[in-house]
């Protein structure tokens, strides 16, 4: 039997995010496992599903959330938004799925990750996903001086993520804290109408300060390398 990572966009409709050999899986499956059991329902939903007849249960509300891959039926893992076990408490019943032998199948659609990534205009080749920074103030700003480094040394595209309600604190802190010729960028509200994707210098960022607010973003950081080329 297959446990089916599904992605989960973060605002536009299912079907307008997922291609149709996704949708098709999903559409298949009649027991999930996710994230948060009110936005599964409305991205089911969305995708077309008989939500009433679909079995959906919580990570870490049941007690045995592998059981339909042992009776034999096909597991659908969604998160809240975005892709399954990344930054997300999905990858631990992965880690499961692979200890007892079932094949996991992650189907193709949005990664917020990427996404940045792609429109960002940052080192593509060599770049790590870092996850969340630490609160409190001074141990993230050591992070930050410490991934500035890693990003100057290994020409390293360094990307990292954090709850909306601390966007703005986060981004102030990398403002303040990395050297005026760093390359940022934020992307903001993927996938969302509201979509928004800059990369400027330091410097150019503290000459013209933008606030993000309370809006899901990434951050992409890359130090110590020239300026981009120009194709005029």
């Known amino acids: 039997m297959i446990l089916y990572a599904i992605p ?18 999903v559409s298949s499956l009649k027991d999930f496992v996710v994230e948060n059991a009110k936005s599964a329902r409305a991205f089911l939903a969305d995708a077309g ?13 049941s007690p045995d959330p592998l059981r339909p891959l042992r009776e034999g039926r096909p597991l659908g893992l969604l998160s809240e938004a975005g892709c ?8 631990a ?11 996991v199948v992650p189907l193709v659609g949005p990664s917020s990750i990427t996404l ?29 001086r410490e991934l500035e480094s890693r990003s100057r040394r290994e020409d390293e595209t360094e990307i990292f993520i954090e709850t909306p309600y601390r966007s703005d604190a986060l981004w102030e802190a990398l403002l303040s804290t ?21 990369t400027r210098t ?10 993000i ?20």
């Open 8 to 25: 989960t966009p973060l605002g536009a409709s299912a079907k307008d995010s997922l291609p149709l050999p996704s949708l098709e899986i």
């Open 49 to 61: 599903l008989r939500v009433r007849e679909l079995s959906i249960v919580e990570i870490g509300k």
């Open 202 to 211: 330091v410097a150019e960022w503290r000459a013209a300060r933008a606030a």
């Open 93 to 103: 019943l992965v880690e499961a799925a692979h200890r007892e032998g079932f094949r």
């Open 116 to 144: 940045a990534l792609m429109a960002s205009g940052l080192e593509g080749q060599r770049f790590a996903f870092c996850g969340y920074l630490p609160r409190e103030k001074a141990e993230r700003e050591k992070r930050i």
């Open 84 to 91: 399954p076990a990344i930054a997300d408490p999905g990858a």
């Open 213 to 232: 607010g309370r809006r899901p973003a990434v951050f992409l950081l890359l130090a110590g390398r020239s300026s981009p080329p120009s194709y005029r």
């Open 178 to 198: 990395c050297s005026a010729n760093t390359r940022l960028c934020v992307a903001a509200d993927l996938t969302l109408p509201t979509e928004w994707v800059r």
